[in-house]
């Protein structure tokens, strides 16, 4: 089982739904959750983090996160052309200080 | 203007060599980082510092080595030893002082090549 596990994609939703991708995680003792977005051939960029229990609300971004159910996900809003792309879920170690594991990422695909 | 640059962009070496990898921050971070990247997968990593003069072993260490002499430089050296070093490598740094700590800011990345 890998530490850190997404939805498998590619994932396609027609402009203007909602795109949900999920991802879990196996340390029970993370305390830090993070969503980055990767363009083709560019470098992944913060979309957000999450470090408690429930919802967080960015824009058109929506983290959430059930530790007990070792669940995090990220809910697109109104999902535009501009937000295709790997989306990857990291995870900070709750043992080895400073250590993050990442997910395989989910591409979506937004039709116009 | 704060941030992290990576260089080469692209790098091409011949089997046997080593090369090595740059990476320079200027965001006065304590904590940065190595990561490999192969198509289609998500980010390994390879070593981590959290502090100058020491660093760790990620999931993937063997074959590459790394030096931490300064807080803004962390260069990483892939050796002759690593058998399929051809991928996309991604550096990054933290504070983890921040309130949002542990957030990661990467660079832009090496896409290095074996011919």
């Known amino acids: 089982q890998k530490e850190v596990e997404q939805n498998s994609g590619p994932l396609s939703v027609p402009e203007g739904a909602i795109a949900s991708l999920n991802c879990t995680y196996s340390?029970?003792?993370?305390?830090?959750f993070f969503w980055y977005r990767q363009y083709s051939g560019k470098s992944p960029e913060l979309i957000m983090s999450?470090?408690?229990?429930g919802d967080k609300e960015d824009g058109r971004f929506t983290a959430q996160l059930n530790k007990a159910s070792q669940y995090v996900s990220l809910l697109i809003r109104d999902s535009q052309p501009s937000d295709s792309a790997t989306y990857l879920c990291?995870?900070?170690?709750?043992?080895?200080?400073?250590?993050?594991?990442f997910g395989d990422g989910t591409t979506l695909t937004v039709k116009p | 203007d704060g941030g992290i640059t990576q260089s080469p962009k692209y790098l091409f070496r011949k089997e046997g060599q080593n090369v090595t990898l740059s990476c320079e921050q200027n965001?006065?971070?304590?904590?940065m980082y190595w990561y490999r990247q192969d198509p289609g997968q998500g980010l390994r990593l390879i070593y981590y510092?959290?502090?100058?003069?020491?660093?760790q072993k990620g999931d993937i260490a063997e074959g590459y080595s790394v030096s931490r002499e300064k807080k803004e430089s962390f260069p990483l050296t892939v050796t002759s030893a690593q058998k399929n070093p051809t991928a996309f490598y991604l550096c990054a740094s933290s504070d983890p002082r921040r309130e949002d700590t542990d957030t990661q800011y990467f660079g832009p990345g090496t896409r290095l090549t074996v011919l």
């Open positions: 965001l006065n971070h304590d904590a």
């Open positions: 510092s959290q502090i100058v003069n020491d660093f």
């Open positions: 340390d029970r003792g993370s305390q830090s």
């Open positions: 990291a995870v900070l170690s709750g043992t080895n200080a400073g250590k993050s594991t």
């Open positions: 999450i470090y408690s229990n």
